[in-house]
């Protein structure tokens, strides 16, 4: 249940910040401002900010020339300093669940739980079997703190720190729905880092993180054919056109391959351990989502349909402030940020 205003969505990825702020009606999600800006190269490394600096002041700009004026922010946490686990346990009211928590954490999280800050969502009581299942989440306080200190230095105020997997979900159910006796796969592949989220009868029920992204394609083809990045990054997005050199489309398909083995890796971990049903259908998102050897890659591993998901299919425009050409440029990596725009200002636990 939440209340009270949007928040801005502010997704600080490892090559680009995309900043997004909507109203929610009857009529559905309008977008009122958007804001788009690259990172330095090796500004965030695995999840980490190294270069507080470059990250504050191209958020603070982002604010300033798209005339933000509210502060209230959600932001967004990936990576080795997230850990998701879906666990089981005893039915309980929720008073003895929040007492319960931390021990049940220390059980199933592989961090020192002094180290990090616990969260979890109840998916569902079973109460026949006198059980309930949980979603619990465990995200690095140090992690939490860096994010939230930039927030801070670029005059925002963080309101909720979310899991990217959680926004596109978030995204995916508002332009959908989540299919209630279907088990889907949602996928983002973002610059350094893929996030699968495979949902089963409407809930999550697997998530990872793939250390793969489209980076990936572009430093093979810097190092392999001795190009300068910008031209791997001009290979890679026109690669159906003609013009790219034929050895440069062998490596973009051997890279996506690599990235689908991956993603079908996991897949299948999840086929073997979850006792859900067959995954019927992946939809992938994000900013490498565009390349078409991707889609045709996972599709080929994987034996099941893949569908590109666009995040804005079900937006409007709703001010003038909004360019348009960013908006239809950008729209396959917004998905983060506009799932951390639906969270609201106050919300409790259900």
Same mark, same amino acid.
């Given at each position: 249940?939440s209340?009270?205003?949007n928040l ?11 900043v997004?702020?909507?109203k ?6 309008g977008l009122?401002r958007l804001g788009y ?5 090796q500004t965030i490394?695995d999840?980490?900010v190294m ?9 603070s ?7 933000i ?7 967004s946490?990936s990576?080795?300093s997230?850990?998701i686990?879906k ?11 929040d ?16 180290d ?19 979603l619990?989440v465990?995200a ?5 703190s860096d994010?939230a200190?930039?927030a801070?230095?670029a ?6 720190i ?6 596109v ?5 508002l ?13 983002n ?8 989220? !495979?949902?089963?009868? +409407?809930? $999550? &029920?697997?998530?990872r ?8 394609i *572009?430093?093979?083809l810097?190092k392999?054919?001795s ?5 791997a ?8 056109s003609?013009?790219v050199?034929?050895?440069?489309v062998?490596?973009i398909?051997g890279?996506?391959?690599?990235i689908a ?7 299948d ?7 859900e049903?067959?995954?019927?259908? !992946?939809?992938v998102? +994000?900013? $490498? &989502?565009?390349?078409p ?6 599709e080929r591993? *994987?034996?099941?349909p893949v569908?590109?998901f666009?995040?804005t299919e ?6 003038r ?5 960013l908006?239809q440029?950008r ?5 983060v ?9 106050r919300?409790?636990?259900s």
């Amino acid at each position: 249940m939440s209340e009270g205003n949007n928040l801005v969505g502010v997704d600080i990825g490892s090559s680009s910040i995309k900043v997004c702020q909507i109203k929610e009606s009857r009529k559905g999600v309008g977008l009122l401002r958007l804001g788009y800006a690259p990172l330095p190269a090796q500004t965030i490394v695995d999840g980490h900010v190294m270069n507080t600096g470059a990250v504050v002041e191209a958020l603070s700009k982002i604010f300033h020339d798209q005339k933000i004026k509210q502060r209230s922010v959600a932001m967004s946490v990936s990576g080795q300093s997230a850990i998701i686990r879906k666990i089981t346990v005893p039915m309980m009211t929720l008073a003895e669940l929040d007492e319960q928590i931390q021990w049940e954490a220390e059980q199933h999280i592989p961090f020192d739980i002094k180290d990090v800050q616990i969260d979890y969502e109840i998916l569902r009581r079973r109460p026949e079997a006198g059980q309930m299942d949980l979603l619990l989440v465990a995200a690095k306080r140090d992690e939490l703190s860096d994010y939230a200190q930039i927030a801070r230095d670029a005059k925002l105020k963080p309101m909720v720190i979310d899991i990217d997997a959680f926004t596109v979900q978030n995204v995916f159910e508002l332009s959908r729905g989540l299919p209630p006796d279907q088990t889907i796969a949602l996928i983002n592949v973002g610059a350094s880092l893929s996030t699968l989220n !495979v949902i089963a009868q +409407g809930i $999550s &029920a697997f998530t990872r993180d793939i250390a793969h992204g489209g980076n990936a394609i *572009s430093e093979e083809l810097h190092k392999q054919l001795s190009v300068p990045l910008e031209t791997a990054e001009d290979f890679k997005y026109n690669v159906t056109s003609g013009s790219v050199p034929a050895r440069a489309v062998e490596i973009i398909e051997g890279v996506c391959d690599t990235i689908a083995a991956e993603i079908q890796r996991s897949l299948d971990f999840f086929m073997a351990t979850s006792g859900e049903g067959e995954v019927r259908r !992946v939809y992938v998102t +994000g900013g $490498s &989502a565009v390349l078409p050897n991707l889609p045709a890659a996972i599709e080929r591993r *994987s034996r099941v349909p893949v569908e590109v998901f666009w995040p804005t299919e079900k937006l409007t425009v709703e001010a003038r402030e909004v360019d348009p050409e960013l908006l239809q440029r950008r729209a396959a990596q917004l998905a983060v940020a506009l799932g951390l725009s639906m969270r609201k200002e106050r919300e409790k636990r259900s």
